[in-house]
């Protein structure tokens, strides 16, 4: 038997002032997408801000279902919209930001298995990394530089047709 590391790399920024300016629209678009999500049952409001390719900024946050999982997450409701509605430009980074309750104080948060996952189609159907952008423990935002680094064992289109 032989033991395997996996490592992922991730950026640190002490605030989100030391993102690019482009970037800090993002995680603001995505704060302000948390005040517009649906969420009755678990009162846990999540948004996300695409950035695409164009400049354009797409915003969703989850929407819940009392027959679940009928919900949405944010992240996939914004990913499947853009690749809708914009199926040819390129998605270069997405910012997830959520805050429990009616406040307005935000708390780190990584996107589930199934937004992953979803995200990763995107990443391979575009063959270009998307960016993700997080809140962090303590403050600052955390960043990949594509969403296969939170999959490092991945399955995608390749596994399906043994590319």
Not at 66 to 88: K, L, M, Q, T
Not at 134 to 162: C, H, N, R, Y
Request: some cysteine; charged content about 20%; overall charge negative.
């Amino acid at each position: 038997m032989k033991k395997l590391q996996l490592q992922v790399n991730l950026t640190s920024y002490s605030s989100e002032n030391e993102l690019p300016e482009a970037e800090q629209k993002l995680v603001q678009q995505a704060k302000e997408a948390t005040y517009k999500s649906y969420a009755p049952y678990s009162n846990f409001h999540v948004g996300a801000a695409l950035l695409l390719e164009d400049g354009n900024i797409i915003t969703a946050n989850n929407q819940e279902n009392a027959a679940f999982p009928s919900g949405s997450c944010a992240e996939r409701s914004a990913i499947f919209w853009a690749g809708a509605n914009y199926p040819d430009i390129k998605i270069k980074s997405i910012a997830v930001l959520a805050r429990p309750g009616e406040g307005s104080v935000f708390q780190p948060v990584s996107p589930c298995g199934n937004c992953r996952q979803s995200m990763l189609e995107y990443e391979h159907r575009q063959k270009e990394p998307i960016r993700l952008l997080m809140l962090q423990p303590g403050g600052g935002i955390i960043a990949t530089e594509s969403i296969a680094d939170l999959l490092p064992v991945k399955f995608d289109a390749d596994d399906l047709f043994g590319k």
